[in-house]
Each structure stands twice: as structure tokens, then as C-alpha cells.
RNA sequence: GCCCUCGUAGCUCAGCCGGAUAGAGCAACCGCCUCCUAAGCGGUAGGUCACAGGUUCGAAUCCUGUCGAGGGCGCCA
């Protein structure tokens, strides 16, 4: 529908431009909805626009563009208003035939070809697997979901992908946690260490390991102690966490063994990636792929990368170290890419995952990240630029973080402690539905309250809530049709006239609000905003239910009451389409 | 100290590529079920768009500064 209105006015532009009116054409003209119904549908400000160019006053150009428009069976009419804008009013005809459109197009009415098939990967969430997701992941996968679906209904080809942190210090960190609790439930007894993983998800895992193979895996603690330096329990005993967990490390390598440490190691990061599949997939949420860091070492990728660097001239060395002069591409320092003692970096596997990213062939290329990464995003963009690539083909969102609340206290989170809350108890706590739609109520760069008593209220202050019992109160309204063996018209016949008793003034509400699907699914598509979404879905339902209190559907005259079914069938519709595309589910009951 | 994000009604937030009188929900107050789910609807009230400058026909929106909130500044991941 506003497509049609710009080509309308590009035509009238372009009319004037031929009589040499105007000197220069605007790439696009500007039509966007009114604020206010009594300026008509769409207001265009043109006019003012090109006012200048051409040496007209706003209003008197806009009276020439007006006369320059080509007749529309969608234009009811057309005024001139304020300073020069010109009001569009669309006819109500062109309105009542959106119910059809819709339901002939169900699931694909907002659908588009606008992404032109172009590929575009979204990588989102890629929490290391050293524990379960926790609620501040949420945020990411929720906000992550929605983007990527968005993209694909607008019809971009979406490549979803979690990047797995498999290699590295951490992990080994994470195996010789699972390792001594272990040698705990084996009777040995052993200090665990300040740095190692504590939470009960370690336990879980030693206890299978103990159950399954017993003491295969068993070393006395006398031998695992030998030699270790002090570890730092309290701050300022003396001790050094760090040389103590290494060195715990290096201790587990030696006495396993390279297999049976392997064993232990892929043990811990299988049955967490396995944790972590799940509760995405309970929320609704899978990938197409899921690329471990570990293969990118292992395949000499990383080297590889900093070799290119090397060669293009961005390296030198310095303290035994390797850097990557990345202030030569506007970052704030230089960074190392080899450690002292021969180790890449976390930011070296991240650029040859990047720069995977880009041979891959992807348009564009989505990171979503925490907000706590934002400094992270000037290297990986300078390290693109240094390899030769166009460092705009990759966007990082970056998600702020999300608070929880609770009886309007502020809910403490800790994962050092292990005392964290995570995202499968938050799901559990408020459901799949609220959990999706709330992490993107809010624009990303919001910081956001979750208020876990307001997502799990069943009530009309609960916006799912809301949304859904909208879609409900229509599958209710057909069930009472059957139940009073009233014969539904479900589908329009072109030509019956029966949609010309669409008149009222909510029904015709509800209509334009209709109309809008598809503007705000594009909208929400290219600012990756699927916060607008949300709001859309809400606006719709108030305007189902004020139409719902305002009018009976199921009257005695069949004609008017088909008209009205249809129209909330078309309503359902989008209700449907709107909550698929943010994971949340559509309940014919509530 | 430097960098990023944010600051709009009592609360939670839209609006921000400049545009017409700044919007919604909740909370508050007043109403509405012999009627398809009242998990709903209607109405009232509520604002110096943090503050100060600047840009211009026009600024909540763009720029600069100040204040405030959160986050980041490792040879951690």
C-alpha cells in the first residue's frame, strides 16, 4: 500500500522533472503514515523538500505535484496541508480488500522478496561452554532469534551460527574441574581451587564420569598436590589463583595422560553444548551451524591468519610477544596475537573465524554481542580491514544487559559463585511465550528490566498475555459459531459484496492497522528492531479488542456477520505471523 | 583518564536517517458483563523530552559541553 502511494508521487515527480519543474529527482520520494487520522493515511513532505531547487513556495509545488499524480483506485483523495505537506487518503475499498489478500496469503502476508535472496549470517548467543546458559544469554538468543527470523521473512537467505569457544585456557580450566570433583566423589580429598568452575553442573558431570568408569580416572591427591604453587583462597594470602589452576592443569595432562584428559575434556564441553542446545531449542531457537574454535586451530587456520597479517605487513614483535598493529585501523592499542609462550590469542582464533566468515561468501555478516564486548568491535573491524576485506560487511549489535526483577527487588547474580540463575530456570519460571516475547520488547541498546512477577501474571498488564488472548478470543468466536450450528462464510467470494459491510469506524481501524503489517515487519527487518514487532502485535490486539467489546460478530443478518468473521480471520492471520516470527506461540484457548 | 550505550508522564518504555498539538502500557481515579472468554473495553488525570549552548523555516530527534546511570579499557575468554 505505500509502495503504491510512492510510486504514485515518483510519477508526479518525475512528470515535473520532464517539464523541467524540478532540476534534480529525489532517489526515493518520502511517504510515511500520519501521526494524526485527520491528515489522511500518508503525508509526504516533498514539497518542502524540493522547494528551494524549485524556487517555488512549498505549497504551490505541492499543489503541481498533487495535479501531476496519476489517478488510484487507492487514492481517495489528496490535500495540501500546513507548511506544503500532502495528505494522502486512502479509499476504503482498497482497505476491505486486504481481507482477502490476507487470507488467501496466510502465513506469507508480510512476506517479501526485499532481501533478494542476498546471504546473510547472524551469529549470535556463542557463550563458552564452561556452564549453562544463564538469563543475561537470553537477551542475546531471544534478540539474536528474532533478527535472523526477520531477515529471512523479508527474504534475505539466513545462515544461523553459534560459535563454540572449545579451545583455549577456560576449557581446560572446565576438565580439571569435572577432574577433581571427581577425585572428590572418588574419596580423595583435595582444596578445589579458587579459579576452578564450582557450580553444581560440575558435579553432575563427575558423577557420571565416577559412575561410568569408576576409578579409572582416579589419581591419589598426594601425587595431584606435589609441587603445586599456593593458591590465592583469600585475597592477599600470598597465594596466585593463576599459576595454581595452570598448574593444576598441567598436573591432570601429565597424570591422565593426553586420552584419558581428552576423555574428561570432551566430556565436560559435550554435556554442556548438549545443556545448551536444549535450552535453545526449548526456546524455540536452532542454528545452522555450530563452528567450534577448535577447528580452526586444529586446521591451522588461526596460523594461517596471522600469517596473512604478517605478510600484508601489520605484525611486529615486541617483549617476545606478536602483535597486530591494529591502531594503524583506528584502534585504541595494538593488540597480541602470539603470547610470549607461543599461545595464540582468543582475538587470533577470532580473526581467522572472521575471516572464515568472509571467504564464506556472506553479503553481510551479523555478530550479536554483549555489550560488555563493545571494545572488542574496533580490532576485529581493524583486522578485517589489515586482511583486505570491507570491514562494513560486518555489523556487531550489541545487546545490553537485562536485569532481573522480582517482587520489585532486584534479583543478584553471580557466576564466579555458581549461584547464577539461568536461562532454563527463568523458562521454567515464566514460560517459553513470555520469556521470547519480553527479552525483545525493548530496543537493544535499552537496558532492560525483566520483571519475572509481570511475565508470569496472567493478566491484561502482561502484554503476551494480551497479544495471545486476542488470537484466542477469535478461535472462541468460531467454536461458538459451531456450537450454535451458526454456517460460517470463512472464505470471501469476490463479488458477493458482503465485505462492503465492513463501515464502522473500528472496523476500518482495524483494517489499517492490518495494512501496517507488512511496513512494520520491513521496518522491523532492516533496523533489526524486533521491539517494533511487539508493539505492532500489541496495537493490533487493542484493536481487536475494543472491536470485540464494541460489536457482536455472530449477528442474526449473515451477510454483515461473514463480513465481520473474515475480518477477524484476517486478523488472526497476522496475530499468527507476527507471534511465530518472535517464537512465541498462538493458543486457540486460554 | 579514555571509549561505548542510555537519560522522554509516578513506574516500564515507544517516538530519534529533523516536520504538523510529544505517544502507549502499568499504577491512580470514574464508569461498562441478561450479550461471542471482564485474561476485556471506555473515560479522566498525569510532561521544562536530564541540563546548557549551537545548527535552521522548524530540534525529543543532528552537533558541542555539563551532570547522572550502566558497561568496557589484559600476553583472560
Not at 551460527?161 to 580450566?173: F, K, P, T
Request: with cysteine; net charge negative; hydrophobic share 45%.
Amino acid at each position: 500500500m505505500k509502495s503504491e502511494i510512492q510510486q504514485s508521487l515518483q510519477q508526479a515527480l518525475e512528470a515535473l522533472h520532464a517539464e523541467g519543474v524540478l532540476t534534480d529527482l529525489p532517489a526515493a520520494a518520502q511517504v510515511e503514515r500520519t501521526r494524526d487520522p485527520a491528515h489522511g493515511d500518508f503525508a509526504s513532505n516533498v514539497a518542502m523538500v524540493l522547494a528551494k531547487q524549485a524556487r517555488m513556495k512549498p505549497r504551490d509545488l505541492a499543489g503541481r505535484i498533487v495535479a501531476a499524480m496519476p489517478a488510484s483506485p487507492v487514492i481517495a483523495a489528496v490535500a495540501i496541508a500546513g507548511p506544503g505537506f500532502i495528505n494522502i487518503h486512502i479509499a476504503e475499498a482498497a482497505y476491505r480488500a486486504l481481507v482477502p489478500a490476507i487470507l488467501r496469503a496466510g502465513p506469507d502476508y508480510g512476506r517479501s522478496r526485499l532481501g533478494a535472496g542476498q546471504r546473510v549470517q547472524v551469529e549470535f548467543v556463542s557463550a563458552n561452554p564452561t556452564g549453562p546458559l544463564h538469563v543475561g544469554h537470553g537477551r542475546g538468543a531471544a534478540y539474536g532469534a528474532a533478527v535472523a527470523d526477520l531477515l529471512a521473512y523479508v527474504g534475505f537467505d539466513v545462515h544461523r551460527e553459534y560459535y563454540v569457544n572449545d579451545a583455549g585456557r577456560q576449557m581446560d580450566i572446565l576438565a580439571t574441574s569435572v577432574w577433581l570433583r571427581y577425585l572428590e566423589l572418588c574419596g580423595e580429598a583435595l582444596d578445589f581451587p579458587a579459579n576452578g568452575y564450582k557450580g553444581d553442573y560440575v558435579w553432575d558431570i563427575a558423577a557420571s564420569l565416577h559412575r561410568e568408569h569408576g576409578d579409572d580416572y582416579r589419581v591419589a591427591a598426594d601425587v595431584v598436590r606435589e609441587g603445586l604453587p599456593l593458591d590465592e583462597l583469600t585475597p592477599g594470602d600470598g597465594g596466585d589463583k593463576e599459576a595454581h589452576i595452570d598448574a593444576l592443569t598441567a598436573a591432570a595432562k601429565r597424570l591422565l595422560g593426553d586420552n584419558r584428559y581428552r576423555f574428561v575434556f570432551e566430556l565436560g564441553l559435550n554435556t554442556i553444548l548438549d545443556d545448551i542446545r536444549g535450552d535453545l531449542a526449548e526456546l524455540g531457537i536452532t542454528y545452522q551451524a555450530w563452528f567450534s574454535e577448535r577447528s580452526l586451530v586444529e586446521s591451522g587456520a588461526v596460523n594461517r591468519a596471522v600469517e596473512r597479517l604478517r605478510e600484508a605487513g601489520h605484525v611486529y614483535e615486541q617483549a617476545g610477544a606478536l602483535w597486530f598493529r591494529s591502531t594503524a585501523f583506528g584502534d585504541d592499542k595494538d593488540r597480541v596475537l602470539v603470547r610470549e609462550n607461543g599461545q595464540t590469542t582468543y582475538f587470533a582464533s577470532d580473526i581467522a573465524y572472521h575471516m572464515d566468515k568472509m571467504e564464506r561468501g556472506f553479503t553481510r555478516v551479523i555478530d550479536v554481542w554483549g555489550a560488555d564486548h563493545h571494545g572488542y568491535v574496533p580490532r576485529v573491524k581493524a583486522a578485517l580491514s589489515a586482511l583486505g576485506d570491507d570491514p562494513r560487511r560486518l555489523d556487531v549489535l550489541l545487546v545490553q544487559f537485562a536485569v532481573l526483577y522480582r517482587g520489585g527487588e532486584k534479583v543478584q547474580m553471580s557466576t564466579r559463585s555458581g549461584e547464577f540463575v539461568t536461562l532454563r530456570e527463568l523458562r521454567k519460571e515464566v514460560g517459553r511465550d513470555a520469556a521470547r516475547f519480553f527479552y525483545v520488547m525493548r530496543r537493544c541498546e535499552q537496558h532492560m528490566d525483566f520483571d519475572l512477577d509481570l511475565a508470569k501474571r496472567q493478566s491484561a498488564d502482561n502484554p503476551v498475555y494480551y497479544v495471545q488472548y486476542a488470537h484466542a478470543r477469535v478461535a472462541s468466536v468460531l467454536q461458538q459459531a459451531a456450537d450454535r450450528g451458526i454456517a460460517l462464510a470463512l472464505t470471501p467470494v469476490p463479488g458477493d459484496g458482503k465485505l462492503e459491510r465492513l463501515t464502522e469506524d473500528h472496523e476500518i481501524a482495524l483494517l489499517k492497522t492490518l495494512a501496517r503489517w507488512p511496513e512494520a515487519v520491513e521496518a522491523a527487518a532492516l533496523t533489526e528492531e524486533p521491539h517494533q514487532l511487539t508493539h505492532y502485535l500489541r496495537t493490533l490486539a487493542q484493536d481487536f479488542h475494543t472491536y470485540y467489546n464494541a460489536h457482536q460478530f455472530l449477528v442474526d443478518d449473515a451477510a454483515l456477520r461473514d463480513a465481520r468473521v473474515q475480518l477477524i480471520l484476517a486478523v488472526r492471520q497476522v496475530l499468527r505471523n507476527g507471534l511465530s516470527l518472535l517464537g512465541v506461540g498462538a493458543p486457540e484457548r486460554m
